[in-house]
């Protein structure tokens, strides 16, 4: 009988690859000065610049053109059924083409996935308020990606609320033994494991 190594690889092709990247609540503004609030999972930060990889056809992408304010709420782990009420919604009417066999039209997102609504201080779209960590933004350039498919958004980010709970004490560091993020992992949603060391370059105070 043929054994495999533990350690041989084959190639695949994946639809997509989500390979464990953190959960964002996207809050934009709507022309009528209303609230959009999206669910995505293709976001990176470079120091305090954000990029957000966004579909060209969706209400976020519309927002952003004309009204570049955003906050970027990051939900725990525990709040994936949360945005899953929002991922087959969209804030388009008519709901574009390629949604249509999938998605519908909710122009209350905030109500529709049981979420609150909060002032923000620098920009002009709320805050989720029951999200951990919320960083106000501002979209300094949006572009297509090679493909014509998405739109990336180069974010600066102005301000960061984060719940005290996930903050050490007296510092401006988040506790990572505490932050426990939703992650999108291949369309499934987890949450972090233990602990297992700490990069050399970490400046987190030791409780």
Request: with cysteine.
């Amino acid at each position: 009988m043929k054994t495999i190594s533990p350690d041989a690889h084959v190639t695949i092709n994946p639809k997509i690859l989500y390979f464990g990247t953190p959960v964002v609540l996207l809050s934009t503004e709507n022309a009528d000065a209303s609230a959009n609030l999206a669910p995505m999972s293709s976001a990176w930060a470079l120091g305090h610049l954000v990029v957000l990889g966004l579909g060209r056809g969706g209400q976020s992408a519309r927002n952003l053109a004309t009204r570049p304010d955003m906050v970027i709420n990051l939900p725990a782990a525990h709040q994936w059924e949360a945005v899953e009420r929002l991922a087959p919604l969209t804030g388009r009417s008519p709901v574009p083409v390629e949604k249509r066999d999938r998605f519908r039209y909710e122009p209350a997102k905030f109500e529709a996935a049981g979420l609150r609504p909060a002032p923000s201080q620098h920009v002009r779209p709320p805050r989720v308020a029951d999200c951990p960590l919320q960083l106000e933004a501002r979209a300094a350039r949006i572009h297509p990606d090679t493909t014509g498919e998405h739109l990336i958004v180069e974010a600066h980010v102005l301000a960061v609320h984060a719940d005290a709970r996930i903050v050490v004490p007296g510092t401006d560091h988040v506790d990572p033994a505490s932050w426990n993020p939703l992650i999108y992992n291949f369309r499934h949603y987890f949450g972090l494991g233990d602990q297992l060391g700490r990069s050399f370059r970490s400046e987190t105070p030791t409780r």
